[in-house]
């Protein structure tokens, strides 16, 4: 069987199957978005998450929290207010850690120059920890991460080692990396449309392939212009806002 048949029955297999996910659907924020890659016939998503915030009670390994063996106090998927948190601390009674995870999006890609498309887009608009694999039977994985995410320990076996004043200081900081990261999907969904129909246009005429690899984000890259700089996806101010992903006088674990 060649690759690309190959691909068509992965993707058929893994879009049939049912969602095993604690929420049992996609995230409402990505829908639009997980929509996209899975109707282009180069890429299906095989997992993902907007964002959320969540807090966990259980044992700790080191540093490393293992979510298998936690109790899931509480999970949203929107900004989140202190009553709820503290309603859901009263029901810890081991060590609860709060925290905020970025988009997580993980997509199979036909082949190796259909990743780093992908993956150009996604480092572009700010989620700058994403990577692209290649497996043993040829598979080719993106996996789109950002490093804006928190993590802060609240109790231990079960006794409150903060005050709400600093719960209240975590939630803010913690509903600001959400609104962010909303604003950073947004952005990514835009420029990977873009994206998209550059290549197919591309695509129906290959001359004009020979003209753009020298534009390609995997080589050096030169100076634009003002005309050409007002095209790009990502503004010196997004640029910014990506190099300053964690607030100063708060550390993710």
């Not at 753009?212 to 050096?220: A, E, I, M, V």
Request: aromatic share 6%; net charge positive.
């Amino acid at each position: 069987m060649d690759h690309t048949a190959e691909f068509r029955r992965w993707k058929a297999q893994c879009l049939s199957k049912a969602d095993l996910s604690r929420k049992g659907s996609v995230d409402e924020d990505v829908v639009e978005f997980v929509q996209l890659l899975n109707e282009r016939e180069q890429y299906f998503t095989t997992s993902s998450c907007a964002g959320r915030i969540i807090l966990l009670d259980g044992g700790i390994n080191g540093f490393e929290v293992q979510k298998q063996n936690r109790c899931w106090l509480l999970v949203t998927h929107k900004p989140c207010v202190k009553d709820d948190v503290m309603a859901a601390l009263k029901k810890a009674t081991g060590d609860a850690i709060l925290k905020f995870e970025p988009l997580v999006l993980h997509v199979q890609c036909r082949q190796l120059l259909d990743a780093q498309i992908l993956h150009s887009v996604a480092i572009d608009s700010g989620f700058r920890n994403s990577g692209i694999t290649v497996g043993k039977r040829g598979k080719t994985m993106l996996a789109v991460r950002s490093t804006h995410g928190l993590e802060v320990p609240l109790s231990n076996k079960g006794k409150l080692m903060v005050t709400e004043e600093y719960i209240d200081f975590l939630l803010k900081i913690a509903n600001q990396k959400m609104e962010e990261n909303k604003k950073r999907i947004e952005r990514f969904y835009n420029c990977l449309q873009r994206a998209l129909e550059k290549e197919t246009i591309t695509n129906l005429h290959p001359k004009e392939k020979i003209k753009d690899k020298n534009n390609s984000s995997y080589t050096r890259k030169k100076k634009r212009n003002p005309e050409e700089a007002h095209g790009k996806c990502l503004t010196e101010e997004n640029d910014k806002e990506c190099e300053n992903d964690d607030d100063p006088g708060i550390s993710p674990l």
